[in-house]
């Protein structure tokens, strides 16, 4: 079964600076997606980014980019010029073929004005 | 962007009873529904997968005939609590792949927060 870890349970960052959070992640599939999803208070889960496993290049979404490793199985999300916006939590996602995802537990993320 | 709505947003209902959520694809066809359940400050867990015409397929632990999927059409996707009781009280949520194709990006619904007392 796969799993994914989130090692990070809360993490502060100052407005307009850069976060960083981790990921890891086992499985024995060669071909997977990786996903960063953030639910704010309301609970709607917002898909952040994404990152298909056979793609090498890292994927970005404006101020939202990963560093994936797929040897290491590390997938971090790096937030640059934080905003108070970006509060929330955020959760690390796996799928495989066509299952469901499989979530970590989570990292709270708290902006500093 | 494809949107997906689950309804109801809350509900509330007494021990012993039976309570329906649906979800819903808005905007595009879903022959694939994954149904998750969320307790409060923990991480969502995938309960089962709602296939179109066929039966559901449940997570290891997850009791199917308590927790009973209907994907009656290719919008919509109920999940209904039987015999609800207290530790069943949890927030759900659905997703559904545009398309049909479960390897493309998921669309979550708003969630429904359910408590039985």
């Known amino acids: 079964a796969q799993t994914v870890t989130q090692s990070q349970p809360e993490m502060s960052v100052q407005e307009a600076e850069t976060v960083t959070l981790s990921c890891t992640y086992d499985?024995?599939?060669?071909?997977?997606?990786l996903f960063w999803y953030k639910q704010p208070p309301s609970r709607q889960m917002i898909l952040v980014i994404r990152?298909?496993?056979?793609?090498?290049q890292n994927a970005t979404e404006n101020r939202f980019s990963v560093n994936f490793q797929k040897a290491a199985k590390s997938f971090s999300l790096k937030i640059s010029d934080s905003q108070l916006g970006d509060a929330a939590m955020y959760f690390c996602a796996y799928r495989g073929g066509a299952d469901g995802l499989t979530f970590g537990k989570g990292t709270h993320l708290i902006i500093q004005p | 962007g494809a949107v997906v709505s689950q309804h109801p947003s809350r509900v509330i209902c007494k021990s012993g009873t039976s309570v329906k959520i649906e979800c819903r694809s808005l905007?595009?066809?879903?022959?694939?529904m994954f149904w998750y359940r969320q307790f409060p400050k923990q991480s969502l867990m995938l309960m089962a997968t709602?296939?179109?015409?066929?039966?559901?397929?449940?997570e290891q632990g997850v009791e199917k005939d308590k927790f009973l999927i209907n994907h009656a059409s290719l919008t919509l996707s109920t999940l209904t609590v039987t015999s609800a009781h207290p530790e069943d009280s949890s927030f759900y949520i659905c997703?559904?792949?545009?398309?049909?194709?479960?390897?493309?990006?998921?669309?979550f619904g708003p969630g429904t927060r359910l408590t039985v007392t």
């Open positions: 499985t024995s599939e060669s071909d997977y997606y």
């Open positions: 709602s296939n179109e015409g066929s039966k559901a397929t449940y």
């Open positions: 990152q298909e496993a056979y793609k090498q």
């Open positions: 905007d595009f066809q879903a022959t694939t």
């Open positions: 997703s559904a792949p545009p398309g049909g194709d479960p390897l493309r990006m998921q669309y």
